[in-house]
């Protein structure tokens, strides 16, 4: 997978359906995030420095044999991710895991807003390994011979 396009379409995903982008343009929404119920949804917050956010990846780094890059001085999305696929020389199952980690706190915060029900940090890193799996499974040389 190209990580200059996984960056784009990840940062296009968080930027176009934030709240404070629904608020800002007159919709009605809860600025608060979702996740953690303590600060403004802002993309970056949700992603990367909302408690709920980090423990998942703190989790998901753990299992992955990969560290969190610090981020103290990281401000905007861009850099984030950035600093994410450095965190694991961009290679492609780094970047899947990535982007299935992203997707799916994305997928929590939109069953909490929507559906209100939640699951735990580690209920949704098993969610997340158990689809790579089954995705590795599916895409594995003798499944696409059958085919």
Sequence with gaps: ??????LRQFVSLWTK?????IITRGGQADPICSLCRTRQEKSLHMV???SYATTVW???ASNGNFQLPPLQDVHRLYPWWELMLGAGNAQA???????YTAWNLWKERCRRVFDNKG??????????QQDIALYKQAHTQENIDRL
């Design 48 to 50: 990367a420095k909302c």
């Design 119 to 128: 699951m735990s940090p580690a209920n949704l890193v098993a969610i997340i």
């Design 58 to 60: 703190t989790m998901i």
């Design 17 to 21: 359906i934030r709240l404070d982008r």
């Design 1 to 6: 997978m190209n990580s200059d396009l996984a």
């Design 93 to 99: 199952d780094h970047v899947q895991l990535l982007i």
